[in-house]
């Protein structure tokens, strides 16, 4: 009987887990699919979907992120009420919103910086992972990975992984084991280890404030200041001391916000 109640309790925790990847392979499939057909038969369409293959990919993802939003919120919505504390107390939340948003730009730009000078000083090859790049057109990269991505990632790993694991274990465990499968989805060792640590963040944001809507706005400000930067410094770039400058200073910004924060998470519990 122990056994059996194990194997169920395990399987509620990953449950949203597995949704999220089954209907991600889904709508994934169906969005190449249709390209497929649409080049097989040649003529004209045939050679403007080649001719727009990225411009069709980014539009594609972004249809297959908004099917995930509603997906997984009707698959969760009544079982996984969603906490929003403060925005229903309305303590102070405009505040906390704002030195969320900063703190989460802040830190993505530190650690990735800190995982650039990382990779240069222990020669790891990064030639075959993906990132943010300026191939993408910008308004459907800007949609993905600044207002999607970070929504569908957070309503998996945060509102249910991390949700359920605390609901059946604790919140530590929560804290650790969803972090861990935020990051091993995004890839390569470097990726994965900012992705955990930037997991860890947002997940304990959204225990102490029990607002999802933080969470969010966190991953959403933390993939707007990587992802917007290289459409403005197109061509430019930065020298190493500029850039280890802007690492010392990200990283006081993000001690700063980091702390106000989380003092204003506790004052308005």
């Known amino acids: 009987m122990f056994f059996l109640d194990s194997i169920k309790r395990s399987l509620y925790m990953i449950v949203p887990f597995a949704a999220y990847y089954v209907m991600y392979a889904l709508f994934t499939s ?14 004209e ?38 906490e929003n504390r403060l925005i229903k107390e309305k303590k102070g939340f405009i505040r906390i919103l704002l030195n969320v948003f900063f703190f989460g730009g802040s830190a993505a730009v530190f650690l990735n910086i800190l995982a650039g000078y990382i990779v240069d000083l222990l020669k790891i090859d990064t030639s075959g992972t993906s990132s ?33 694991i605390k609901k059946n274990i604790n919140v530590p465990a929560a804290l650790v084991v969803s ?23 947002m997940a304990l944001i959204y225990q102490l404030s029990g607002t999802f809507v933080l969470a969010v706005v966190f991953h959403m400000a933390a993939n707007a200041f990587i992802f917007i930067p290289p459409y403005m410094l ?11 400058a802007t690492g010392v200073v990200m990283l006081l910004l993000s001690v700063v916000f980091g702390w106000l924060v989380y003092g204003g998470t506790k004052k308005e519990q």
């Open 132 to 164: 943010f790049n300026t191939d993408t057109p910008f308004v459907p990269g800007l949609l993905l990975f600044v207002f999607l991505s970070p929504l569908v990632e957070e309503m998996t790993f945060r509102w249910l992984t991390f949700g359920r």
């Open 179 to 201: 972090s861990l499968f935020f990051g091993v989805i995004h890839g390569d060792a470097v990726k994965a280890v900012y992705a955990f640590i930037m997991g860890f963040i």
């Open 45 to 82: 369409t045939a050679d403007f979907m080649r001719a727009h293959a990225q411009s069709y990919k980014s539009w594609s993802a972004v249809c297959v992120y908004v099917l995930l939003v509603i997906g997984l919120w009707i698959l969760f919505n009544k079982s996984d009420p969603l």
């Open 234 to 244: 197109k061509g430019g770039g930065a020298s190493e001391g500029a850039g280890l």
């Open 30 to 43: 169906i969005g190449k699919l249709i390209y497929g057909m649409a080049v097989a038969d040649g003529g």
